[in-house]
């Protein structure tokens, strides 16, 4: 049975490079496997990497125009595509190990707060909708007609309203619940379940920001990259997982120290050796 394992921590706290020693500490024996999330695209001979460059284009879209609400629609969407490729991995090659770079449930649980915040009932995305449209016709002709056609797919199997703009109400609806009601209908929604473990990367917000924007230099900046946001970002790992530890148990959650200084090598080598995330 695939062992899958959740990577996750706020930007610029070292996931890509975590994925990257895991991969070379993981067990000799069997297979491991791994994909990124949400840019579908980046890895290879999987499903829907057109629909995926798409919503990535969405997403940038939101930022250049400067809406963290359509930034948040877009950022839901994306993680739509988890399952398919998910099962995809399952299906073809049955890996002994499955590691993800973020995972769409433990996403959905730290950014609910953010979500809720947003889900205001004087916002409509359709005030917005023509400069979203006039940024992605420049970059890519038709995408947003595709990403339209695909919310439609998703609210048809869900039995949900097909309106794009009311996602951001849907979802502070399921965040607002408890627990135990919340992650089924996120797992619903995403056609997934909640991984086996999950190795949070623990980063100080502003070291975290720094890399962030040495990362993009003088490209468009992520909406959710300021330090400030990456605080509340933190704050909400912490709590889902002393939240998970409650209601979920099975899942084991184990933080990892990737602050400037720290060897990193070494404290991936050591999660694997002491069996926390194969054993």
């Not at 994909?35 to 995926?52: E, Q």
Request: with cysteine; glycine share 8%; proline share 6%.
């Amino acid at each position: 049975m695939t062992r899958r394992v959740a990577i996750v921590g706020i930007d610029g706290s070292g996931k890509s490079s975590v994925m990257a020693r895991l991969r070379e500490a993981a067990p000799g024996t069997g297979l491991f496997a791994s994909m990124t999330c949400p840019d579908f695209h980046n890895t290879r001979n999987v499903p829907l990497t057109d629909l995926s460059e798409q919503l990535r284009a969405f997403s940038v879209g939101c930022d250049e125009i400067g809406s963290l609400e359509m930034k948040a629609t877009a950022m839901y969407l994306q993680m739509t595509l988890f399952g398919p490729v998910e099962r995809h991995f399952l299906t073809t090659w049955s890996p002994d190990v499955l590691a993800f770079e973020r995972h769409p449930l433990i996403e959905l649980l730290v950014y609910g707060p953010l979500y809720v915040a947003l889900a205001r009932p004087e916002w409509n995305g359709q005030d917005r909708a023509a400069e979203i449209v006039a940024v992605l016709e420049h970059h890519r002709p038709g995408t947003f007609d595709d990403i339209l056609a695909w919310q439609r797919s998703e609210s048809t199997r869900l039995g949900t309203s097909p309106d794009i703009w009311e996602l951001l109400s849907e979802i502070a609806d399921l965040v607002r619940r408890d627990i135990t009601a919340a992650v089924p209908g996120f797992a619903a929604r995403f056609r997934t379940t909640l991984p086996d473990a999950v190795l949070w990367l623990d980063a100080p917000p502003e070291q975290a920001a720094a890399r962030c924007a040495q990362r993009t230099g003088d490209g468009p900046k992520e909406a959710h990259e300021t330090a400030e946001r990456l605080v509340a970002l933190r704050d909400g790992y912490l709590r889902v997982r002393e939240t998970l530890a409650a209601a979920f148990p099975e899942v084991g959650f184990h933080r990892v120290d990737t602050s400037d200084g720290v060897d990193l090598e070494e404290s991936v080598r050591a999660c694997v050796t002491e069996g926390k995330l194969f054993g």
